[in-house]
């Protein structure tokens, strides 16, 4: 399964052993953009054992393709379950959008309190595609570090413009390179996202 968001691909995955996974997996556009190349070497130990409940471990990374993948069990995104939603005429209610966002900031919370050990203030780049939801309900929130490369990249090269969905979540301080982010950006675009 591939579903379609602002700047990657997310692809459900299954290996050998029945387990899944979700890549995140960037177009070719962004591919080299150092904010998810350079810039993560020094993180990949948070990364791939950040500690945090909820947040899901990168499980493997492929830099070359720009390929970010996590096990994360039978899973779909909010942006997946949303459009399925709205697909079959069905409109998610306040009380699932408060739930959400009582939850993911709970996860959030954790895991920036562990990640500050390693320069890391905030998720960088929270979007309904980053929020996984399991059968039983349970969040898990993948790509922690993995920043909104597109808002990024716009940032620096007004002439890039992204799709409306790459800005629909984006707290003000992404916006400047001089802004730094901390836990406050990510409960702004949670917000918006619930």
């Known amino acids: ?27 070719d556009r962004y591919r080299n953009h150092p904010a998810i190349t350079d810039s993560l070497e020094g993180l990949m130990e948070f990364l791939e054992c950040p500690v945090a409940k909820g947040i899901t471990p990168l499980h493997a990374h492929d830099s070359k393709k720009a390929g970010f993948i996590y096990e994360t069990g039978k899973s779909k995104s909010v ?6 939603a709205s697909d079959l005429g069905l409109k998610p209610g306040p009380r699932a959008g408060l739930q959400l966002i009582v939850e993911v900031a709970q996860i959030l919370r954790g895991a920036v309190r562990i990640a500050e050990e390693y320069a890391i203030c905030s998720h960088g780049g929270l979007t309904p595609w980053r929020i996984m939801v399991r059968p039983d309900g349970k969040l898990q929130v993948i790509g922690f570090a993995i920043p909104q490369v597109e808002v990024l990249d716009f940032s620096q090269n007004p002439n890039n413009v992204p799709s409306e969905d790459s800005f629909r979540y984006v707290p003000p301080e992404r916006m400047s390179q001089y802004s730094p982010e901390d836990i406050s950006s990510d409960l702004f675009a949670l ?3 619930g």
């Open 1 to 27: 399964r591939k579903f379609k968001g602002p700047a990657s691909h997310l692809i459900s995955l299954q290996d050998q052993q029945n387990r899944h996974f979700v890549a995140i997996a960037f177009y």
């Open 79 to 84: 942006a997946e379950m949303i459009r399925q």
């Open 191 to 193: 917000a918006l996202i």
